[in-house]
């Protein structure tokens, strides 16, 4: 069966010709799907009963599976979303007074094992599909149901979830195009934002493919310290990140790159390293997201202190920076950035390596 959230708009349409129905229909199902939320093909009152019989016989609308909801006490919404044979990624909700964002999973772990993040602890099974990717946004739309006006609750989607993004490009890029489309979600570019820890190339596709609003994990000023915190960093160093966020915003639906920039006690977060990160940014219109640490076991590092995550602010600030310090929120519920880590049946066997190394 073919699973039709599988498809944006041009995939749905070359579904419908290979099917001999007219171009117009994938339009009428992407709304059905997305917009309203259809899972049955016997809702679709305005197709007619012979494609609906047709559909029955020959696709379907699936989306991954709820296994769990978890409520913070500040109103964030955590679900463990099942993805088969033992595996599951997790999927977040973070309302506030002037948006409600969705915080979306592209891979079941990560390979990108940066060491201060529990999913790049837990090591990396496999890429979602477009559909488990898109799902989240259904599944999370008919939790979360509409307003008191009838307008949705979801506003912003930010692929900051489990996984890389860029290393899953096409399924991700698929997933964009149907949360842009005026026939699903219909979101702006500017709040729909991919995460990145600097793959250059896909950087670069992205900017061709589905220009959004991109933020970079940073983390570091330097190289060698980079080289450390988010080892990918070996492969695309800083001078090559910086040129591609400067190319990235030719196309770009906003005028600054994000930097996320996560505050760990003693190892990135003193005032010389501050003023390292003016430096090292002074050519790439930006804005800086402080991110206070938030633990998980194993982790190895401690959260810096409020007077460390001030100073290091005020250093940026001083410099005509833009720096936002972000809340911690539902950290109760471990779904605070960087603690997602889902069910990871590891086939990099990173975990059993590092209790190798540990023993």
């Not at 307003?147 to 996984?163: A, F, L, Q, T, Y």
């Not at 196309?251 to 430096?279: C, H, K, W």
């Amino acid at each position: 069966m073919t699973n039709l959230l599988d498809f944006d708009l041009d995939g749905l349409t070359r579904y419908f010709a290979e099917i001999g129905e007219k171009p117009f229909r994938a339009k009428q199902v992407m709304r059905w799907m997305h917009q309203r939320g259809a899972d049955d093909f016997g809702q679709m009152s305005d197709l007619a009963k012979s494609l609906r019989e047709k559909l029955v016989m020959s696709a379907e609308i699936q989306p991954p599976r709820i296994l769990s909801e978890h409520r913070s006490e500040d109103g964030t919404v955590k679900w463990l979303i099942d993805t088969g044979t033992g595996n599951a990624v997790e999927t977040v909700f973070i309302p506030e007074n002037d948006r409600g964002t969705l915080c979306v999973s592209s891979q079941v772990g990560c390979a990108l094992a940066c060491t201060f993040c529990s999913t790049g602890y837990q090591g990396f099974n496999r890429n979602l599909s477009a559909s488990e990717i898109i799902g989240q946004v259904w599944l999370a739309n008919r939790a979360l149901g509409k307003d008191p006006k009838g307008e949705r609750i979801i506003s912003n989607v930010v692929m900051m979830g489990m996984g890389e993004p860029l290393t899953n490009f096409d399924n991700v890029v698929t997933a964009l195009h149907i949360m842009l489309d005026d026939h699903a979600y219909g979101l702006s570019r500017r709040r729909v934002t991919v995460s990145t820890s600097g793959v250059v190339p896909a950087m670069d596709r992205l900017g061709e493919a589905c220009p959004v609003a991109l933020a970079v994990s940073l983390h570091a000023p330097n190289d060698p310290l980079r080289d450390v915190l988010v080892p990918i960093n070996k492969k695309y160093p800083l001078r090559e990140l910086m040129s591609a966020c400067q190319r990235y915003l030719a196309v770009a639906p906003r005028d600054f790159i994000t930097f996320e920039y996560v505050m760990l006690a003693g190892v990135n977060d003193s005032v010389a390293q501050a003023q390292e990160l003016i430096a090292l940014t002074r050519d790439v219109p930006s804005k800086f997201n402080l991110i206070p640490f938030n633990p998980f076991p194993q982790a190895g590092y401690a959260r810096s202190k409020p007077d460390a995550i001030r100073r290091f602010r005020e250093t940026l600030q001083e410099a005509g920076r833009i720096v936002t310090t972000r809340k911690t929120r539902g950290d109760d519920i471990d779904a605070a950035c960087g603690q997602l880590a889902g069910k990871v049946q590891d086939k990099t066997k990173r975990t059993q390596r590092k209790e190798e190394v540990t023993l």
